[in-house]
């Protein structure tokens, strides 16, 4: 371990102790026995921190160690499953806020990127940012032709301090695998590995200019979601210029309450943007808190989402996809059996776990959750609730399967601050059924046979020089396999014929060695050898046929 992780982590358990957060550090199983070092400590007996909750204690440690261990709080913030739920609420009030740099550095670091003069590109530049965090800081610009922008500008020197910070996060993560009861089921390196891949992927604007090209392609046409146009020729990867949009923020309800926008239309507008994203995209936007998400009140009875901040996106593989579907659909029709065997047949549950037991604590958590409104069911909870559930059944985290997770809250938040009476299950249910009778069923295999008949009639007349192959090939494989049992046979053999002799050999040792030991005598005084037992002398004769057999090639 080197020198400087070493020392980081150092100060690390410093802040945790200087918060009142020892507990967190001596929960670990070999620390138990010095749980009595925190009494010794003067922030126990002279700080405020009894007095302050735990939960707020975290926030204030990680707001001390840096941005991006805020980053990583606000990721800790959406999983349940990893955290207490006093520790995963406080969490989720942490603000990803940095104190800007210089506009004239941001402006070197432009024209350091895109190879001319500021100047020769905008007309006009704001020197005091819109929005400043740890990766980035964004900046209002107008080009030459007159369109209006923002500028998104990548913090210098940010990504050695990154790595380092990852190399701790990547420790600590190790040592929880290693020594929390919990750490083999919640697979802790895993959940820093993709956090380590979301903030590399942030730090690629090129990728978030990518990704909001892709999102805005899908919705081009569609009157739920507007995406900002990219400005491909003043891209680079540190820098990113977008189309600036002017909309009302999501959280300010009282605007859009005043604008005449039809709340509940609005919030379930959001539903439906969340669902197509997942489900008829596979492509959604991952960071969809209240500041990436404006309204376009234009048209008040239709509003129109708009959203920016492309840099975390999420997809999911065809079988998670579908298995979350069909989860959907069987937990909206509270057919929990189904629930249970699609957690064992997508193997989040170990094989073993009885599919009856499993139905039960199901419906014992989810049951209570349908025929209410929104404003009384909180998701956060439901999840926790069926994360303690899955703990019992040792179900198996699925780290892909975190930015889903995450970004179903923020609708969550977003549709109870929006309409608090709309019911998000009843909201989503015909979307799902929609998806399932396109994706699964008599009709959607036949819409899949007939998109690969062209492929299957393309490749007809290569059948039958790919049956000969196959043929050739098992033939092949036929004889290797005969020709391996053949010498995994002899082997055998050979080794039966080894152990066979050893047991000769071993035999005859120890005949010989109880003759040797019983008649000791016979050496000092030789001409009592006529005088032994018959029975000494069998032990003789049969401990030399013994060693002569086991030393033959091959024993009798």
């Given at each position: 371990?080197?020198?400087?992780?070493?020392?980081?982590?150092?100060?690390?358990?410093?802040?945790?102790?200087?918060?009142?957060?020892?507990?967190?550090?001596?929960?670990?199983?070999?620390?138990?026995?010095?749980?009595?070092?925190?009494?010794?400590?003067?922030?126990?007996?002279?700080?405020?921190?009894?007095?302050?909750?735990?939960?707020?204690?975290?926030?204030?440690?990680?707001?001390?160690?840096?941005?991006?261990?805020?980053?990583?709080?606000?990721?800790?913030?959406?999983?349940?499953?990893?955290?207490?739920?006093?520790?995963?609420?406080?969490?989720?009030?942490?603000?990803?806020?940095?104190?800007?740099?210089?506009?004239?550095?941001?402006?070197?670091?432009?024209?350091?990127?895109?190879?001319?003069?500021?100047?020769?590109?905008?007309?006009?530049?704001?020197?005091?940012?819109?929005?400043?965090?740890?990766?980035?800081?964004?900046?209002?610009?107008?080009?030459?032709?007159?369109?209006?922008?923002?500028?998104?500008?990548?913090?210098?020197?940010?990504?050695?301090?990154?790595?380092?910070?990852?190399?701790?996060?990547?420790?600590?993560?190790?040592?929880?695998?290693?020594?929390?009861?919990?750490?083999?089921?919640?697979?802790?390196?895993?959940?820093?590995?993709?956090?380590?891949?979301?903030?590399?992927?942030?730090?690629?604007?090129?990728?978030?200019?990518?990704?909001?090209?892709?999102?805005?392609?899908?919705?081009?046409?569609?009157?739920?979601?507007?995406?900002?146009?990219?400005?491909?020729?003043?891209?680079?990867?540190?820098?990113?210029?977008?189309?600036?949009?002017?909309?009302?923020?999501?959280?300010?309800?009282?605007?859009?309450?005043?604008?005449?926008?039809?709340?509940?239309?609005?919030?379930?507008?959001?539903?439906?943007?969340?669902?197509?994203?997942?489900?008829?995209?596979?492509?959604?936007?991952?960071?969809?808190?209240?500041?990436?998400?404006?309204?376009?009140?234009?048209?008040?009875?239709?509003?129109?989402?708009?959203?920016?901040?492309?840099?975390?996106?999420?997809?999911?593989?065809?079988?998670?996809?579908?298995?979350?579907?069909?989860?959907?659909?069987?937990?909206?029709?509270r057919d929990y059996r189904r629930v249970a065997e699609l957690h064992v047949e997508s193997g989040w549950v170990p094989s073993s776990t009885r599919v009856e037991e499993f139905e039960s604590a199901i419906r014992t958590v989810c049951e209570?959750?349908?025929?209410?409104?929104?404003?009384?069911?909180?998701?956060?909870?439901?999840?926790?609730?069926?994360?303690?559930?899955?703990?019992?059944?040792?179900?198996?985290?699925?780290?892909?399967?975190?930015?889903?997770?995450?970004?179903?809250?923020?609708?969550?938040?977003?549709?109870?601050?929006?309409?608090?009476?709309?019911?998000?299950?009843?909201?989503?249910?015909?979307?799902?059924?929609?998806?399932?009778?396109?994706?699964?069923?008599?009709?959607?295999?036949?819409?899949?046979?007939?998109?690969?008949?062209?492929?299957?009639?393309?490749?007809?007349?290569?059948?039958?020089?790919?049956?000969?192959?196959?043929?050739?090939?098992?033939?092949?494989?036929?004889?290797?396999?005969?020709?391996?049992?053949?010498?995994?046979?002899?082997?055998?053999?050979?080794?039966?014929?080894?152990?066979?002799?050893?047991?000769?050999?071993?035999?005859?040792?120890?005949?010989?060695?109880?003759?040797?030991?019983?008649?000791?005598?016979?050496?000092?005084?030789?001409?009592?050898?006529?005088?032994?037992?018959?029975?000494?002398?069998?032990?003789?004769?049969?401990?030399?046929?013994?060693?002569?057999?086991?030393?033959?090639?091959?024993?009798?």
């Amino acid at each position: 371990m080197k020198l400087t992780v070493i020392w980081r982590l150092i100060v690390i358990q410093y802040v945790f102790y200087r918060h009142g957060l020892d507990e967190l550090v001596l929960t670990l199983p070999f620390l138990r026995p010095v749980r009595f070092v925190k009494y010794l400590s003067p922030w126990y007996w002279l700080s405020n921190n009894r007095q302050r909750s735990r939960g707020q204690r975290l926030v204030e440690s990680l707001e001390d160690l840096g941005p991006i261990f805020v980053k990583f709080g606000q990721m800790l913030s959406t999983r349940k499953d990893l955290l207490p739920m006093d520790y995963a609420d406080a969490l989720s009030a942490l603000q990803d806020r940095v104190r800007p740099f210089p506009a004239e550095q941001a402006r070197k670091r432009i024209e350091r990127a895109l190879g001319f003069p500021i100047e020769s590109v905008f007309s006009f530049f704001e020197a005091e940012p819109m929005a400043s965090a740890s990766i980035a800081q964004v900046h209002a610009a107008t080009l030459k032709n007159g369109d209006e922008v923002v500028v998104k500008i990548v913090r210098p020197g940010i990504e050695p301090r990154i790595r380092q910070d990852l190399e701790i996060l990547y420790t600590i993560a190790r040592l929880a695998e290693k020594y929390w009861s919990e750490g083999p089921r919640l697979h802790p390196v895993d959940v820093v590995a993709e956090f380590d891949k979301t903030l590399m992927d942030e730090l690629d604007l090129m990728r978030e200019a990518a990704n909001a090209a892709e999102l805005r392609r899908h919705f081009e046409h569609s009157p739920l979601l507007y995406v900002p146009e990219i400005y491909w020729d003043l891209c680079r990867t540190d820098v990113l210029v977008q189309e600036r949009i002017f909309g009302i923020p999501i959280a300010q309800t009282d605007r859009l309450k005043a604008a005449g926008v039809d709340m509940k239309i609005l919030a379930e507008r959001g539903v439906e943007v969340f669902f197509t994203q997942v489900f008829d995209n596979n492509f959604f936007h991952a960071d969809m808190h209240p500041g990436n998400i404006f309204v376009d009140v234009s048209n008040p009875a239709l509003p129109k989402y708009m959203a920016i901040d492309f840099g975390i996106v999420g997809s999911l593989m065809p079988e998670d996809q579908r298995y979350i579907a069909e989860n959907f659909h069987a937990f909206f029709n509270r057919d929990y059996r189904r629930v249970a065997e699609l957690h064992v047949e997508s193997g989040w549950v170990p094989s073993s776990t009885r599919v009856e037991e499993f139905e039960s604590a199901i419906r014992t958590v989810c049951e209570p959750i349908f025929q209410k409104p929104l404003k009384e069911i909180s998701f956060g909870h439901f999840l926790f609730r069926l994360f303690q559930v899955a703990r019992r059944f040792e179900m198996e985290v699925q780290p892909q399967l975190t930015l889903l997770q995450k970004t179903l809250l923020a609708i969550e938040g977003l549709g109870r601050n929006l309409y608090p009476d709309l019911d998000l299950w009843v909201t989503a249910k015909p979307f799902i059924e929609r998806w399932m009778r396109e994706r699964i069923g008599p009709k959607a295999f036949l819409k899949r046979l007939k998109n690969e008949l062209p492929f299957m009639l393309d490749n007809l007349a290569e059948l039958p020089r790919i049956h000969l192959t196959a043929l050739k090939q098992t033939e092949k494989q036929t004889e290797l396999l005969i020709r391996q049992e053949k010498s995994i046979k002899s082997l055998r053999e050979e080794m039966m014929v080894q152990q066979q002799k050893q047991r000769y050999t071993l035999i005859g040792s120890v005949l010989l060695l109880g003759f040797l030991l019983t008649q000791s005598h016979v050496f000092y005084e030789p001409h009592s050898w006529f005088w032994l037992p018959a029975l000494a002398w069998v032990d003789l004769i049969l401990g030399l046929l013994f060693i002569y057999f086991g030393l033959k090639r091959k024993p009798v």
